[in-house]
């Protein structure tokens, strides 16, 4: 299995992975996503977070990086937004 951190193009409405590299080629992701929006073809550019990269070095495994997403997202969600050091709300 490959661990490496890596930079996906996906296609917004299939999700569809369209191209992908390693992150240190991250230009490549960017420019292959310019091509595929002048083609008209709406796309995300999707990169690991600082946590999942770190986990992915230190050998984490799908069900590692799915236990450490799982953690992180309940570590927001009982984080209080009003006064947190952490989060801000939009000012829209």
Request: proline residues 4%; negative net charge.
């Amino acid at each position: 299995m490959n661990n490496k951190a890596m930079a996906k193009v996906v296609e917004r409405g299939s999700g569809n992975v369209l191209f992908e590299c390693p992150m240190a080629q991250m230009e490549e992701a960017y420019a292959y996503a310019v091509n595929m929006e002048e083609m008209e073809i709406e796309v995300d550019i999707q990169t690991p977070s600082l946590p999942e990269s770190l986990a992915m070095e230190l050998g984490a495994d799908q069900e590692d990086l799915m236990g450490l997403n799982g953690e992180l997202n309940h570590e927001m969600q009982e984080h209080p937004v009003e006064g947190s050091c952490c989060f801000r709300e939009s000012e829209q």
